[in-house]
Structures are given as C-alpha cells and as structure tokens.
C-alpha cells in the first residue's frame, strides 16, 4: 500500500470514529443511536436531533408536548419525524442492521407514540352525545354483527346502535315488565348474540335477546354484581365488587336456562371491570383501592392464566414508575393480539400495558380527542370503541 494510500485510509478511519462519537450519539442521554425503538433518531422541528427515549422522556404525559432541550423551542411528540440521513448512515456503517427490526409508525389522533404498528390507531368517527346518551356506564360489540349496545341512565336503559352511530333498538324502562332494568353497571354480548347487563338496582344479572326480551334472570345472592364479559366458551365472568369475588356463570341462553354459578375467585378488593381475552382465555379484573386519605383511591390490574392462576398484578404506584403520571384505570380489554388495554380517565388517554407475559409496559396510544374515557372495546375487524363519559359519546378508531 502506498504512503498516499495509507494517509487516505487512516483519514477515513478519523472521519469514522469522528461520525461515530459526534453523530450517532444522543446528546441528552449519550447513548449510541440505533435502528430499534428506544433510541431511534429523531428530527426535532427546530431541526435538533434526539433519540426516540428522550422525546417520550420529556414530553408532557397528557398533551405530549416538550422543550427542545437544546433551544427551547416547543413542539409536540408528533411534530418529530425519523432523520433520515442518520439512518442510512447507520445503515452503511452497520450492513447487518438491515436485519434490525425497525420501530411501526404509531398513531394516537396524530401523535406518534412507541408502540407496535399492529396497534396503530386513527379517528373514524363519534356518535351518540348527551340526550342520545346519559352517565352511559357500559359498552359492548356483537361480533356476528357489529352493533354496539350502550347501557346508560337513559329512559331505556339499553341502547343498540349500529357501527356507524345509527339507533337500532332501545329497551329496558325501569319498571316495565319483562325488561326491568334500575341501575345498569356493565354490559356484555354473549357469542349468540343475547345482551346480557349487571344491575347494581336489584343486584342481579339480566340476559335480553335483541329486541328486549328477558330471557333469564340470574340473581344468587349477589352483594353488587359488576362487571361483564363473555369468554370463548359463551360463559359469562362476572365481579360482585362488594363481595370481592370473581364468578363464572354458565347457562343455555336461547332456552333460558340458567345451568351453573361457579365462584372462581375471592379476595379481590372492589372489583370492578372484567375482561377476558378471546385469544388465551386470559382474565384482567380492575381492582378499586380505597385510601382513607380523600383523593388517593387508586386502582390495581390483575392479570390470570385461562386456569385462574394469577400471572401478574400493578397497581397505581407501580404503572407510575413506568409512566410519568399517576393512572386511575377505568376499564380494560385484550386486543385480538393479546396486548392488555386499559382506558385511563385521570390522563385521558388509552393505555397498552402489553401481553401478560411482558405486562406492564406503559404505551399510550390515544392521547387527545377524550374527555372521561370509561370503556373500549374491539370490533371483528379490530378497530377500537371508547365510551367516553365526558361527553356521552362513543369514538371510533381504525386500526392502520
């Protein structure tokens, strides 16, 4: 090799390591830029790079706005983009990250957020609002055919909508014989379509076909039956919040036959909702922790294997060490994937917590557009509802 040669080679080799040191470094945190989510490089809009963690790291948890650490300049999570040029160069300094998984494109109402591209959200559409709806507590979707049926206080207690926001059946006037229903507080749809709502009134459970009819009433005395959902085998999981207790009732639903009331678990404090993952077969219950000091409750997710062994619980505290805001969690849902959902009504936004065996990681994924968001559910083609107490409305959001 010749002197020239040499003197050109080492020059590169300087520029490298100069790139290296200068370039591929977060000037926050120092560490090395990748290819991977946490320190994904991104642009800032005054045009200063920083990586992905640091972004989240100091944006505000409800707005998701954040001082350009460097020029103060204000901006919000979702005005960041790739940069670009940082990840070819890292691409030809580094052949083997092509092989690297790269971060999905997240969307919470147009914010960008660190979560898996399988769980990209956008604004479809609200329906219902005040005089529609009134202090709705429930929601539910009927996967044969997608209506989504609200309990609320309401002259009818049970409305039926379609998914774009039409009214296609009401029913449940408190009073009215056959279909009684006092003070709904959650609300399930059974896999052959019957509506099925826990009444804290005369604390029992009702099963309605689709046009109002009672078909059974399952009342065994309950201290203050809860929350609803429907499991793979068309059993119902019920919480009795006074009790602390965790039921499975299984009945013929067409017939009206009510056939077994299983007492599954005990010593829950106050739960409240209930889901179950259609997946695994998995359970979450959200738990109330009420404080003796005012203004401290806070709330706690269990999560149990399909057999009822607990796999892993977080309370308040807990999910605070991961996100920068207390979380009071007010429902809960699994996604088709099996991530773990939960609506946040003290930031007004929802949460993944992730799948039972990484549970919790903090993820928001809607973050503006809710008010007081009280339930979410899943549709068959995996777009998401809120019910949002705020403004008595339902909001659709498509999976991208």
């Not at 020059?11 to 320190?39: G, I, P, R």
């Not at 609200?150 to 009214?167: E, P, Q």
């Not at 969690?329 to 992730?354: K, P, W």
């Amino acid at each position: 090799m010749s002197a020239k040669a040499s003197k050109d080679m080492q020059t590169m080799t300087e520029l490298l390591d100069q790139a290296e040191d200068s370039l591929l470094e977060c000037k926050v945190c120092f560490e090395k830029y990748n290819q991977q989510k946490k320190h994904r490089p991104r642009n800032l809009p005054c045009g200063h790079v920083i990586c992905l963690e640091c972004v989240m790291s100091l944006a505000h948890p409800r707005n998701l706005k954040l001082e350009c650490p460097f020029c103060r300049e204000v901006c919000k999570s979702s005005e960041t983009s790739d940069c670009l040029p940082l990840l070819h160069l890292m691409e030809i300094l580094s052949p083997s990250a092509n092989n690297t998984p790269v971060l999905g494109r997240t969307i919470g109402i147009g914010e960008d957020v660190a979560i898996p591209a399988s769980q990209s959200f956008v604004f479809r559409l609200s329906f219902g609002g005040w005089g529609a709806l009134i202090n709705p507590t429930g929601m539910a979707v009927c996967q044969r055919t997608g209506c989504v049926a609200v309990a609320h206080d309401g002259k009818k207690r049970i409305k039926l909508f379609t998914f774009n926001g039409d009214c296609l059946q009401q029913f449940g006037e408190r009073g009215q014989a056959g279909n009684d229903i006092r003070y709904p507080t959650d609300i399930t749809i059974t896999l052959d379509g019957h509506i099925v709502v826990t009444d804290s009134g005369d604390r029992s459970v009702k099963v309605f076909d689709f046009n109002g009819r009672g078909k059974l009433l399952i009342s065994e005395s309950f201290s203050l039956p809860w929350g609803l959902d429907t499991t793979p085998q068309n059993d119902l999981i019920m919480t009795d919040s006074e009790a602390g207790t965790l039921y499975r009732l299984t009945a013929d639903f067409k017939k009206g036959e009510l056939k077994e009331v299983t007492k599954l678990y005990s010593n829950l404090c106050n739960p409240r909702k209930v889901a179950v993952s259609q997946a695994s077969g998995a359970l979450a219950v959200i738990e109330h922790l009420m404080a003796k000091e005012p203004n401290y409750d806070s709330t706690r997710v269990k999560i149990f294997s399909a057999d009822l062994q607990l796999i892993s619980q977080v309370d308040s505290f807990g999910l605070n060490l991961v996100f920068p805001s207390k979380i009071y969690a007010s429902d809960v849902t699994f996604s088709r994937e099996g991530h773990i959902m939960v609506t946040d009504t003290h930031n007004q936004t929802v949460l993944c917590l992730g799948k039972p065996e990484e549970f919790p990681v903090c993820r928001p994924i809607i973050t503006s557009g809710l008010s007081y968001p009280l339930a979410l559910t899943y549709t068959a083609d995996n777009s998401l509802i809120v019910l949002d107490g705020g403004d008595h409305s339902l909001k659709v959001y498509t999976c991208s």
